[in-house]
């Protein structure tokens, strides 16, 4: 007469197999919950900052000298590989009717990925990077008949599971009419 008393190796096996199939379950879930964790924080942080680069075209790095203050027929928007919009802006308090005092600011994407900003480009070592690191991966600025056009296309891989997030983040700007 056979004892009841013990697993059979069978049994024992059946057992490992199932526990292992069940933390296998546990281990994905818990990756993929990670992965969409760093994803979502990821794609957040990028429309934040694209945000914040926006505001600080629109309003100026300082609060001052934006494109919004620019004087409508002198901006200028040049597409390529280093894209950059040109404007002119009446630095008097209240801005004047004679163009002969403005200055020339300008914003560009460099080879390198960040935004800068020059509030003078007749003067050297002004220029204000707009972002801290190198996400941007394009920058497109269209001057249409009354407004201008900004997009930004920043671009992040997320370690360790090397996905690339991209965001896009734009604005329309009208800037003061002559």
Known sequence: MRSNAGMTLVEIMVAMLLGMLVLAAIVSIQMMSTRTFAEGTTDAMLDRTGNMILERIVRGPAGQYGLREARFSTVTAS???????????????????????????????????????DPNTGLAGDEINLNSEAIIHELNMTKHNDYVEIELVLQRTVQPFNSAIEVRVSTYIRPRID
């Open 79 to 117: 597409g390529g590989a280093t894209p950059v919009l040109t404007y002119m802006v009446d630095r008097n308090d209240p801005p004047t009717s004679s163009t002969t005092d403005d200055t020339e600011c300008a914003v560009y994407l460099t080879p390198g990925g960040l935004i800068v900003s």
